[in-house]
């Protein structure tokens, strides 16, 4: 079993930057490939972003290329959405995500991540 905890979240105006960590409480950190999911108001949640659990392979939505990053480091336990140049557009709960049998491929996850965190809120203003 692995907890999560999202964190870095807040209200940034567009065009900013933000890091959102994902702290996971397990000491197989690095046995799961961690993911990040965002849910806007009165939208499905949706994929954003997943990295395997070596972090040699990653996946981005084609639609957030170039402007969000996934990164982890397992000495720390914790996953990293790195987000660029950000819009309206991008403002949900962000949610991270932990498997430890979903394959990092070029592409998004086959299946739904069996374990997730609470959220962490971002709000960009115009």
């Known amino acids: 079993q692995i907890q999560l905890v999202e964190s870095g979240g807040g209200l940034v105006q567009a065009g900013d930057s933000l890091r959102l960590s994902c702290a996971a409480s397990?000491?197989?950190?690095?046995?799961?490939?961690m993911a990040w999911f965002r849910q806007a108001p009165g939208k499905e949640r949706e994929f954003v972003a997943h990295?395997?659990?070596?972090?040699?392979?990653?996946y981005v939505a084609d639609f957030l290329k170039g402007r969000f990053t996934i990164s982890r480091d397992n000495a720390k336990n914790t996953a990293y959405l790195y987000m660029d140049n950000l819009t309206p557009e991008d403002t949900a709960v962000y949610f991270c995500?932990?498997?430890?049998?979903?394959?990092?491929?070029?592409?998004?996850?086959?299946?739904?991540?069996?374990?997730w965190g609470q959220g962490t809120q971002v709000t960009v203003s115009s």
């Open positions: 990295i395997s659990w070596g972090g040699d392979k990653t």
């Open positions: 995500a932990a498997d430890p049998g979903i394959g990092v491929a070029a592409g998004p996850p086959r299946r739904p991540y069996n374990y």
């Open positions: 397990s000491r197989t950190f690095n046995h799961y490939a």
